[in-house]
C-alpha cells in the first residue's frame, strides 16, 4: 500500500497554512478603510524603513542593469552550505523562468554537512522551506525567518526536541543559522518584503549541502558519504530539485510522505552527458632501422639555415599545434625525441613529454614533414645522432 502524501510546498498547503507565520497579509479592508500594504507597514518601522529608504532605488538600478522588472513578484532563494553562498532568483509571471539577480557570500557555516536533527546541535537544516517571519527588530539587524521544523523534519528530528529558530540574518555571526552582513540581510528584507507585499505568501527558501556542478564540492561530499549511507542518500534526493531547476528554472511540487521522505512530482531529470567522441586510432609512423647510432661526433647536425633558423621553426609549429590541444587548456610544454640519419633525414619521431595519445600523434605526424638536416661528422664522415629538444605549444 502506498504511503499518503503530505503536500508541502503545493496549493493545497498553502491554503491550508495560511495565517500560520507572523507575517501580517499584503493589505486588508475593513468597511471603507484600506489598511497600508505590508511594504507600507515595513516603511513605518525604524530599521526597515531605514533600510528602503538608502537602498530601494540602488536594487531598481541594479533590477533595470539586468533587465528585471522592479520589483520582483516572486523570489526563490537557494543556500549551498559547503560553498557558502546564497543565491537570488526572481521572475514576475508564474510561467516565466526564474532569473538570477544576484550571489550572496554567506559569512559562516556552523556544523557539518547533513540536515538538522535536534535543538542543540548547531546544524543548519537541508531541505526545502519556505520564509515565514519577517522580524524587524532583530538581536541580528533584521531577519528572514524559516519554518523549520518542515513537515519533513517533524518526522525525521527529535520528536520532543527538534529545534527551531532558524533564520537568514544579519551581524555575520551563527549558531545554526544562515548569516550574511547587514547590507546584505537589507537587500534581502526588501526584496523579499516586495515579493510578499506582491502577494508570495511562501517565498521559497532551498537550502542545499553543497553545489553540486562544483567539483571541489562534489568532491568533499562523496569522501564523507563513504562512510555515512544516510547521508548520501539525503544529499542525492536533494540534489534531484537542484537538478530539476537548473535545466528548467522552474521548482516541482515537493511532498513529504509519511516517512518523512522528500516526494516530487513534474521532475525533469538532469540528462546523462553525452559520449565523449570516439578517439582517433593512432596513424602509423615509419621507423627507420639504424644500427650505428654515434653517442660523441665532432660536428652536430645542423638545421638548414642553423639553429636560430631551427628554433623559428619550432616556435611555428607551436602555434600551428596549439589548435589541436584539449578543449580548455591553452598551453603547453612538450619535449620530443628523433634522430638525424646519416643521409641528413629526421625520422622515427618520438614524445618524450606530450599532452595526451591525439595531441601526441599528431604532433608527431606533422613532425615528420621536417625538411632535411645536415648529418652529425666523426671522423669526416656522416653519422645517425640522436636529438631531443623541448619547445611551448601555445
Known amino acids: 500500500m502506498k504511503a499518503p502524501l503530505l503536500f508541502l510546498y503545493s496549493v493545497l498547503f498553502f491554503q491550508l497554512a495560511q495565517g500560520q507565520g507572523t507575517s501580517v497579509p499584503a493589505a486588508m479592508v475593513t468597511g471603507n478603510n484600506l489598511l497600508p500594504t505590508f511594504i507600507d507597514f515595513q516603511r513605518s518601522l525604524p530599521r526597515p524603513g531605514d533600510a528602503l529608504r538608502r537602498k530601494e532605488d540602488t536594487l531598481q538600478k ?14 526563490y532563494i537557494r543556500n549551498f552550505k559547503y560553498d557558502g553562498q546564497l543565491e537570488v532568483w526572481v521572475k514576475n509571471d508564474k510561467k516565466e523562468q526564474f532569473k538570477l539577480f544576484k550571489n550572496y557570500r554567506v559569512c559562516a557555516l556552523a556544523g557539518s554537512l547533513g540536515p538538522k536533527r535536534m535543538e542543540g546541535d548547531y546544524q543548519v537544516p537541508e531541505g526545502f522551506y519556505y520564509i515565514n517571519e519577517f522580524n524587524p527588530r532583530s538581536s541580528y539587524h533584521l531577519s528572514l525567518g524559516l519554518n523549520y521544523p518542515n513537515p519533513s523534519d517533524k518526522v525525521l528530528s527529535d520528536m520532543y ?67 555515512d ?17 537548473e535545466i528548467t528554472r522552474q521548482l516541482p511540487i515537493i511532498m513529504v510522505n509519511n516517512h518523512g521522505d522528500y516526494r516530487y512530482e513534474g521532475l525533469t531529470k538532469k540528462l546523462p552527458p553525452p559520449p565523449p567522441p570516439p578517439k582517433k586510432a593512432p596513424r602509423p609512423h615509419p621507423q627507420r632501422v639504424i644500427t ?9 647536425p645542423q638545421f638548414q639555415g642553423g639553429n636560430e633558423h631551427f628554433l623559428k621553426y619550432l616556435e611555428k609549429m607551436g602555434k600551428a599545434m596549439a589548435s589541436q590541444l584539449p578543449s580548455g587548456k591553452k598551453k603547453a610544454y612538450v619535449v620530443v625525441e628523433f634522430i638525424v640519419d646519416q643521409d641528413g633525414a629526421p625520422v622515427n619521431f618520438k614524445v618524450i613529454q606530450g599532452v595526451d595519445d591525439e595531441f601526441n600523434d599528431e604532433l608527431i605526424t606533422v613532425l615528420e614533414q621536417m625538411p632535411a638536416w645536415k648529418p652529425a661528422i666523426l671522423n669526416d664522415k656522416p653519422v645517425a645522432k640522436k636529438i631531443r629538444q623541448g619547445f611551448a605549444v601555445e
Open 62 to 75: 541594479q533590477f533595470a542593469a539586468k533587465g528585471l522588472d522592479w520589483p520582483a513578484k516572486y523570489l
Open 292 to 300: 650505428n647510432l654515434a653517442d660523441v661526433v665532432h660536428q652536430w
Open 161 to 227: 526536541k527538534p529545534g527551531g529558530d532558524i533564520f537568514i540574518h544579519g551581524s555575520c555571526v551563527t549558531v545554526g543559522c544562515i548569516p550574511v552582513n547587514d547590507q546584505q540581510i537589507e537587500e534581502l528584507y526588501i526584496l523579499a518584503a516586495h515579493a510578499r507585499n506582491a502577494g508570495q505568501e511562501f517565498i521559497p527558501v532551498h537550502i542545499f549541502p553543497i553545489r553540486y556542478n562544483n567539483k571541489r564540492s562534489a568532491d568533499y561530499l562523496a569522501t564523507l558519504t563513504k562512510t
Open 229 to 245: 549511507g544516510d547521508l548520501k542518500l539525503h544529499a542525492e534526493n536533494l540534489e534531484l530539485v537542484y537538478d530539476h531547476f
